[in-house]
């Protein structure tokens, strides 16, 4: 295809990079896309497939009412994705939820890609980015990437904000906490950077409850590590917590549980140990687990931790986990449209930015691809309402999240702005999804008015 742009090119093959140069095609702007394999191979990929699914066949829920996922499937449709137009036409039973024949939906991708004239396929392995040459570039080679092109990641944006090991602590919904256990105290009510003395959000345990949840700990069942993941080892600063309880009884309450310079204002009481909660989002709606990374099976996580006062009956964005996961501190280094702020001809997609998931990854390659293109058609860089599934997660991921404290994330209606009616869960969530479709399809018709003299020129040579 003829084209007045220069290519935007992208590292990675994956639902991340095919989903933004399916974007970028839709504006008429060339694509160059840069795939490793089959000629530099990974311990998870089995084959050369574009957006091969290298774990579970299920993109989750499909209830774009009550579920976050959902309503981010929805809005991908809205916006013209290649990946819910390819996974809906690949569909397995699965009840509720959007599963996929996994070797047909990969190959429609890698035929709709190969079949458009604007995207050119180049299989051979990018070891550093070449700014010298490229203009434009998207980095979404997401949690495998190499070690030649992490190494130069490495020093483009500095050691301490690329992560190799991801250790996450659960996260929970703070409207979930019950506060008339839990209360608010920094310890020894030590001032924070805002002037606070209430960062934590504590959860008191007396002597036997302690030893019952210890107890229930070491009996719990773990996941084992994928074959790939076996040779990284722990990290003394992120132990999961069943390794620390093995150590001793009294680890943990000499660890994450310490209960030194807290007082129970509801008994005027020192705990024996406590459970500390820190805010993990700009709005206040998350909290995380301090010091609770762990490798105990799901199921095992919800029992054990809903043990602890104040959190019986608390729902969980997010439980914890350690694996094998490169991502980049994005709230530090990326600027609102996913561009590095060190090097400008340079944007992230996918899971490298730090979120979690088939459909949260294509989802920012899907947003990075539209940057682009309007960028390269000199249209309005149009982003999404923070009130939308795909504006929640770039927030998140641009300065929503706590850069200290920053770990990789699914889609979730924490993530979303709070809203301002006393409402039931069940009513906030078909409210939040209410008001986020409603916004979306303000914003595809602010997007489509801003376009429709490009798609005049360039009509897309592919219809699926």
């Avoid at 050369?48 to 699914?53: G, K, V």
């Avoid at 904000?161 to 919904?173: K, M, Q, R, S, T």
């Avoid at 889609?411 to 906030?428: A, C, T, V, Y």
Wanted: with cysteine; charged share 25%; aromatic share 8%.
């Amino acid at each position: 295809m003829k084209t007045n742009y220069t290519p935007v090119n992208i590292i990675g093959g994956g639902l991340a990079g095919c989903e933004a140069a399916w974007q970028l095609s839709r504006f008429g702007v060339p694509a160059i896309l840069h795939e490793m394999r089959p000629k530099e191979s990974t311990n998870a990929h089995q084959t050369e497939l574009l957006a091969e699914l290298v774990c579970s066949n299920s993109f989750r829920s499909d209830d774009s009412s009550n579920n976050a996922v959902g309503l981010l499937h929805e809005e991908m449709r809205r916006a013209n994705s290649v990946v819910l137009k390819c996974a809906d036409k690949n569909r397995v039973p699965a009840g509720s939820a959007l599963a996929v024949d996994r070797a047909g939906f990969s190959e429609m991708i890698q035929e709709c890609i190969e079949k458009e004239p604007s995207i050119e396929v180049e299989r051979h392995e990018i070891t550093r980015i070449p700014l010298d040459k490229w203009d434009a570039v998207i980095v979404a080679t997401g949690p495998l990437t190499s070690t030649p092109l992490a190494q130069s990641l490495h020093s483009m944006t500095g050691e301490d904000n690329l992560a190799f090991f991801d250790a996450i602590a659960p996260i929970v919904h703070k409207d979930t906490i019950d506060f008339s256990i839990a209360w608010l105290q920094s310890r020894y009510d030590k001032i924070g950077s805002s002037g606070d003395t209430d960062a934590y959000i504590n959860c008191p345990l007396n002597k036997a409850q302690y030893e019952t949840f210890v107890n229930e700990l070491l009996h719990a069942e773990s996941t084992e590590f994928h074959e790939w993941e076996k040779d990284t080892p722990y990290f003394e600063s992120c132990l999961p917590i069943e390794v620390m309880a093995e150590r001793g009884p009294e680890t943990l309450r000499f660890g994450p549980m310490k209960p030194v310079g807290l007082t129970n204002p509801h008994t005027n009481e020192k705990p024996y140990a406590v459970v500390q909660l820190r805010q993990d989002n700009a709005l206040g709606t998350l909290y995380n687990i301090v010091g609770f990374q762990t490798k105990l099976k799901y199921g095992e996580q919800t029992r054990l931790f809903q043990l602890i006062p104040g959190l019986k009956n608390c729902s969980f964005a997010r439980l914890g986990g350690i694996h094998r996961n490169t991502f980049i501190n994005s709230p530090r280094l990326l600027d609102p449209t996913l561009r590095l702020k060190s090097h400008d001809k340079i944007r992230f997609a996918g899971q490298i930015t730090g979120v979690e998931g088939y459909v949260e990854s294509a989802a920012i390659g899907l947003l990075v691809g539209q940057f682009f293109g309007f960028e390269k058609t000199k249209q309005p860089l149009n982003k999404p309402p923070q009130t939308t599934a795909l504006g929640a997660l770039l927030s998140h991921i641009s300065g929503g999240g706590k850069e200290a404290t920053f770990q990789p994330m699914n889609i979730n209606f924490g993530l979303f702005p709070p809203l301002d009616q006393k409402l039931s869960r069940k009513e906030k969530r078909q409210e939040i999804t209410r008001r986020a479709l409603l916004d979306l399809d303000k914003w595809l018709n602010d997007q489509k008015l801003s376009r429709s003299a490009i798609e005049e020129k360039s009509q897309p040579a592919v219809v699926i």
